[in-house]
């Protein structure tokens, strides 16, 4: 879909694109949830690294990055890393660095067990918070570690990236499009994304991706 093409914003037509797209969404959705009950732990770190490189940066420049690296990530040092992402990534270098850190970290103190890990959590936020505030993590903010999560099958996660932010303030939901930086602040946001969501009828999962794809005409990951 061109940008020009694209759908004014108006809550009709986020219900009309959610229910001509749905089909399309839960099967995305059904990938996520895939990979989550039966990928390997290095399939989710593979998913932690894409979210790495969607930091500051487009979700093709993080699926063109994730490929570049894919089957050296788990043992290439940080200057065959960053090597592999020239012309990739706008950062080579501390995207390669976010890798090997946290590489080294999940390795050595977890063993890598990342599903073990992340499902001995039974409170969502307590399992996002640990993505974000773990020392040995690097390069996951709350909207990277959302990204993660929903990305490998968990729900009730906001994805508050810009093309999200810009809906909220063109709905008038937030006052401006401002990324939110401080935990208390995501938190806020997200919560006036689901009650926006339940207003609606639409799951928050799923106008995640409908409103995603309002602002850029595909449905990604």
């Known amino acids: ?121 039974t409170d969502n936020d307590e399992r996002r918070d640990w993505l974000v505030r773990e020392k040995g993590i690097k390069g996951l903010g709350y909207k990277e570690a959302s990204h993660y999560l929903r990305n490998i099958g968990y729900k009730g996660y906001a994805i508050l990236d810009k093309h999200v932010l810009n809906c909220l303030a063109e709905l008038k939901i937030i006052d401006e499009p401002k990324p939110p930086n401080t935990r208390s602040r995501y938190l806020s946001v997200e919560g006036k994304l689901r009650q926006f969501a339940m207003d609606i009828k639409i799951d928050l999962d799923e106008i995640d991706l409908v409103l995603w794809s309002m602002k850029t005409g595909h449905i990604l990951k």
């Not at 986020?14 to 089909?23: G, S």
């Not at 990938?31 to 290095?42: H, K, N, P, T, Y």
């Open 1 to 121: 879909m061109a940008k020009k093409e694209l759908t004014a914003l108006t809550i009709d037509n986020i219900k009309r694109v959610h229910k001509e797209r749905r089909a399309e969404i839960k099967a995305r959705l059904a990938e996520f949830a895939e990979i989550g009950r039966v990928g390997s732990d290095e399939d989710l770190f593979a998913e932690m690294v894409f979210c790495f490189f969607t930091g500051g940066c487009s979700a093709r420049m993080g699926i063109n990055s994730l490929a570049a690296v894919r089957d050296m990530m788990m043992t290439a040092d940080r200057e065959a890393l960053t090597q592999a992402l020239l012309g990739s990534h706008r950062y080579p270098n501390a995207r390669s660095r976010y890798i090997v850190h946290s590489r080294d970290f999940l390795q050595n103190e977890h063993g890598m067990r990342l599903r073990e890990k992340l499902v001995s959590y």
